[in-house]
């Protein structure tokens, strides 16, 4: 299994510009997470999903927009690229039967 | 409001130096305490979930403990290949969502 892909590994983006991380899992798992985690901070909750068609907000989902059309995929979406945009973003997925969470390996985004 | 204190920030070792990182924590109801690894460029790797106090897992070098207030990752006679950061999380009952920790940075020099 491949467990949690997410793509592009690496973006440079321009003030104003918009882009889509994509993030896909192929264990099953009904929720599923996004996350960004800035230097020296802990991981930050942007949105999370309890399955397909349903999200919500987590901490930090000002700028960013997510949809859930099917159980694997769960994009990420950034409108108008700002400075403080510019960090590595994690998703994350876990099975109904436990809250540990499966992470991704991260789209580092700098945002200029 | 749900709140995740590591400490310390950073622990330098010397292969075989046993020593244990704090988690101090403030959570309503605990749904869970998670435990995990990350090591630089990549995303955490699971290691722990703990539910009530009293509770230990171990998995080779590692044990984690739990009570009302703190969890502790023991390392025990850690190698090289232990460096890596740490970082503790906790769900409270009310819902899905996590709240992380800013990390323990462990190096373990042979």
């Known amino acids: 299994n491949a467990g949690v892909t997410q793509t592009p590994k690496f973006r440079i983006l321009k003030i104003g510009q918009s882009m889509t991380l994509q993030c896909t899992q192929d264990m099953n798992h009904n929720y599923m997470y996004w996350y960004r985690q800035d230097p020296g901070m802990g991981l930050k909750l942007i949105y999370y999903?309890?399955?397909?068609?349903?999200?919500d907000k987590g901490e930090v989902p000002n700028g960013y927009n997510v949809s859930r059309s099917t159980t694997e995929d769960f994009p990420l979406r950034l409108e108008l690229a700002a400075p403080s945009q510019t960090s590595v973003y994690f998703c994350a997925s876990s099975p109904r039967t436990g809250p540990e969470q499966y992470f991704g390996p991260g789209t580092r985004l700098t945002v200029t | 409001e749900d709140q995740v204190t590591q400490s310390p920030e950073a622990l330098r070792l010397q292969e075989g130096e046993s020593s244990s990182l704090n988690c101090s924590y403030t959570v309503s109801g605990l749904r869970g305490l998670f435990w995990y690894r990350q090591d630089p460029g990549k995303g955490p790797e699971f290691l722990f979930t703990?539910?009530?106090a009293g509770e230990e897992k171990e998995k080779e070098r590692l044990k984690a403990t739990l009570t009302k207030k703190e969890s502790f990752l023991h390392i025990t006679a850690p190698k090289p290949e232990d460096s890596a950061t740490y970082l503790c999380a906790v769900q409270d009952t009310g819902g899905f969502k996590t709240i992380f920790g800013a990390g323990t940075r462990l190096f373990v020099k042979a």
């Open positions: 999903s309890v399955g397909a068609g349903i999200t």
């Open positions: 703990l539910y009530s």
